[in-house]
């Protein structure tokens, strides 16, 4: 993690940190303290007057922050630092347990639960009505958020244990709901809650839309943390962890494990090998949870008024009943009498559609691979729609039998190797057999072996009518590299590469298919 980022992710404060205090310079926490000069900012005024005095709230605040910046970038504890901040905390009422490096965010919560209201929603807060700044109040957000940075971003090398796995996955989920996101949705687009990460009592602002002015952290912060969990689990004995299970019982599914988990399935047996099929069976529920959602609120086609409405009371129109009936109102009996009574259509137009999903299964695909396997066993599930998967590195699979089992699906998956679209394009344009009703959705980075060969059969199905969505990637984060040969060639087609978050393909796929 660079000093940058670091910067970025002190909420509205790192601009405001200023060199001065140095390493063990005292900090004024009440009134009986003087302040330091020069740890504040004094305000301009006429020549031959005198400064302004430093603000304390100031200087605490900066203590906090420059604690937090040499802790991220140096193990060694500094003795001064420490013992300013644990003053700081102190006095504006906050348990010292928030310095302390190994106790979690969910043992501190479960301690003092009124926290949990503070830290949802802490990295994006509201401002102030009228424009003010409440200094106290930021010192509060900066001793919380420097708990939050420094147990997520700040691991320690060595051996890692399923426990400390654990409890990395639980503090990053409150960093994901600091920035007003779903606990997991930044690394792998779940929703819900581990054990322990919502406190009882929390009134907190909840998991809605990070504020404008955070926003364009997101795209940064969710691959980076995905990076840091790939790197936990990388250094984790997971054979040794899936052989115990209460170990592993204590493991939390995520991309990183899941990936991990399907590289070395072939290696796994008897009581380590069905862990690891719980880990993936349990993943896969939970995003197909999430994508189930997002596909049902619009998989309805167009009214078909050709069909007559069905003559029932919850069909009833009532106010087009009455507007149609005014002409027989009765201003002496003050009655409405109704020749005809009005019903609402309900009958949606519904054409049979053909959904070849393709997906490439080589090793900088595995995100997409499992999101897209998921998203083809939901579209499986609705009426009318013929669903074909088929995954390819230098060979292809139809794993079309087992469509609408995602977790079947990834297990007979071989992630790694090279890319070689043709010869999934050899299986995928048999199946196009009613081009207008057929849409063909190719997830891959493009970076192929014969490109000029593939991009020609991709405009040949362009031609031929049937719908064809080139998907640089379908992953939580929304960052794909995309072969920029290929991207051109798709624009120039007018068949555009969607690359970004999962949420776009569904979208595009049910204004197809509904």
């Known amino acids: ?17 200023t060199p001065g205090t140095g390493h063990g310079a005292p900090v004024g926490t009440g009134p009986a303290h003087t302040p330091p000069v020069g740890t504040a900012r004094a305000s301009s005024g006429p020549v031959g007057t005198a400064p302004a005095a430093p603000d304390p709230q100031e200087n605490r605040r900066q203590v906090l922050y420059w604690r937090l910046l040499a802790r991220l970038f140096d193990p060694e504890e500094q003795p001064g630092l420490e013992s300013a901040s644990l003053a700081v905390v102190e006095d504006i009422g906050l348990p010292p347990a928030l310095l ?7 043992s501190v919560v479960q301690r003092h639960p009124e926290l949990a209201a503070e830290l949802d929603g802490l990295m994006a807060p509201e401002p102030d009505p009228d424009g003010t700044r ?13 708990k939050l940075l420094l147990n997520v971003f700040a691991s320690r090398p060595g051996e890692v244990t399923a426990g400390q796995l654990a409890r990395w996955q639980a503090d990053a989920d409150w960093l994901e709901r600091a920035f007003g996101c779903a606990p997991g949705e930044l690394r792998g687009g779940r929703a819900g809650n581990r054990s322990g990460g919502r406190a009882a009592g929390n009134t907190g602002t909840g998991y809605g839309a990070p504020t404008p002015d955070l926003s364009r952290l997101i795209p940064e912060i969710g691959p980076e943390l995905g990076a840091i ?18 170990l592993a019982a204590r493991l ?3 991309m990183s494990l899941v990936e991990q988990l399907l590289r070395d399935k072939d290696n796994l047996s008897g009581v380590a090998l069905a862990n690891a099929k719980s880990l993936i069976k349990r993943y896969v529920d939970e995003v197909a949870q999430v994508l189930r959602t997002q596909v049902e609120k619009a998989t309805v086609g167009e009214l078909d008024r050709s069909v007559p409405p069905k003559r029932v009371f919850r069909n009833l129109d009532l106010d087009r009943t009455i507007w149609k009936n005014l002409t027989n109102w009765s201003p002496e009996e003050e009655r409405l009498y109704v020749d005809r009574l009005y019903y609402r259509h309900t009958s949606r137009k519904t054409t049979p559609q053909r959904l070849i999903v393709v997906v490439d299964q080589s090793g900088s695909m595995v995100d997409s691979m499992v999101n897209c396997t998921i998203l083809a066993s939901i579209f499986a599930g609705l009426p009318k729609v013929d669903v074909h998967l088929i995954a390819y590195d230098t060979q292809a ?4 039998p087992w469509a609408h089992d995602p977790f079947e699906t990834l297990l007979r998956t071989k992630l ?13 344009q048999p199946k196009i057999a009613e081009p207008r009703n057929t849409v063909v959705v190719w997830i891959s980075d493009f970076y192929e072996w014969r490109c000029q060969e593939l991009y020609d059969s991709f405009a040949a199905v362009h031609r031929s009518g049937a719908k064809f969505i080139p998907v640089g990637s379908v992953t939580s984060s ?8 290929f991207r051109e060639r798709f624009k120039d087609l007018g068949t555009p590469v969607i690359s970004g978050h999962i949420k776009k393909l569904v979208h595009e796929l049910k204004t197809f298919l509904t």
């Open 478 to 485: 929304g960052r794909g590299s995309v072969n920029p040969w």
């Open 1 to 17: 993690m660079t000093q940058e980022t670091a910067r970025d992710l002190t909420p509205g404060t790192a601009q405001d940190i």
């Open 252 to 254: 939390t599914p995520s």
């Open 100 to 106: 302390d490096p190994d106790a979690s965010v969910d």
């Open 397 to 400: 699979l139809d794993l079309t």
């Open 134 to 146: 409440d200094r106290s109040a930021e010192v509060r957000r900066a001793a919380l958020a420097s």
């Open 229 to 246: 969990e790939a790197g936990l689990v990388q250094r984790m004995r997971l054979r040794e962890v899936l052989a115990d299970p209460q």
């Open 416 to 428: 790694g190797g090279g890319t070689d679209g043709t010869v999934a394009m050899a299986l995928a």
